[in-house]
């Protein structure tokens, strides 16, 4: 009984690491906008090292989505869906995703090109965790 009056106590005082205030409160289309830098590679749960990502600059521009200067497609998010989803549609198919957006950092969980989607971030597939360039 202690210990849970204890949590009930202290649960206002955990939460995430704080959003920035120019972005909080703001839609995720909104929020995604902008440069982000591969920071970490998971594949099937299993850290990866060495992603040929690491360098490449991603972009998300109004509703488009660039690798350096590469347009991978058109993105589309539904924040709505539990969890998250993050499609990219490209000329050479669908990426059917999951996404998680944290203030700077986005965690992009996907299959491949024409493959199901994820059920889970850190779940089957590959999750590619980004940070946000700071301009």
Not at 46 to 74: M, Y
Not at 115 to 127: L, Q, S
Request: proline content about 5%.
């Amino acid at each position: 009984m202690r210990s849970l009056l204890l949590l009930f106590l202290c649960l206002p005082f955990a939460s995430a690491a704080p959003v920035p205030k120019a972005r909080e409160g703001k839609p995720d289309v909104e929020m995604i906008q902008g440069k982000w830098r591969v920071v970490g590679r998971y594949d099937e749960g299993k850290f990866r090292e060495g992603s040929q990502n690491e360098k490449c600059i991603w972009n998300f521009e109004s509703d488009t989505l660039f690798v350096d200067t590469n347009n991978l497609g058109k993105f589309q998010l539904n924040p709505n869906a539990s969890p998250k989803h993050l499609d990219v549609i490209g000329k050479y198919g669908t990426y059917k995703s999951l996404y998680q957006l944290n203030g700077d950092t986005l965690k992009w969980q996907n299959i491949g090109i024409g493959g199901e989607r994820p059920e889970a971030i850190m779940g089957k597939g590959h999750t590619i965790i980004f940070a946000r360039v700071k301009e």
